[in-house]
């Protein structure tokens, strides 16, 4: 099974993919889509990221697809503009026939670090350490943070229907050189 994480920002979005095999969750790829680069036109940016993710969706092929959601914040236009991202990215992967599903910060932090309130560097440190990566990686925080989303999904149990046998027979089935 492969997850694609989002982290959206109306100027970075992180993207994180990660696949599971055999309970072995391993990084595929990470990084971010610069919108910023399109000019101050709103619109614009919100292309990029959407034609940037169908580009992701169309290389790893994800099964499914966890985005952050945007959490309440001072400023009302800055929300409107997160959310406008998060709605992109969500698009693209729903106009792929990809399940989406949403996860707060909090939920993010508690699956990865056991602690909802943990720092960017925490999480970060959670997510190289999960993935196995070397230490110090040259991942940024906004990419540590979509791969943080998507092991969240992994953790929270998630919709990982092709990971999990749905009954002891089909385990069965599916894993014959596991039972004796």
Known sequence: ????????????????VIRIEQRTTMLVDSGVIRASKVGTDHQLRLKQIYDSVCELIALHLPDLCAVEMPIFGNNPQSMLKLGRAQATAMLAALNHQIPVSEYTPKEVKKAVTGNGNASKEQVRYMVETILSMPAGSSVTMDASDALAVALCHVHRGGDTQKAHSKNWAAFIKENPGRVR
Do not use: A, R
């Open 1 to 16: 099974m492969i997850i694609l994480g989002i982290d959206p920002g109306s100027n970075i979005t992180g993207f994180g």
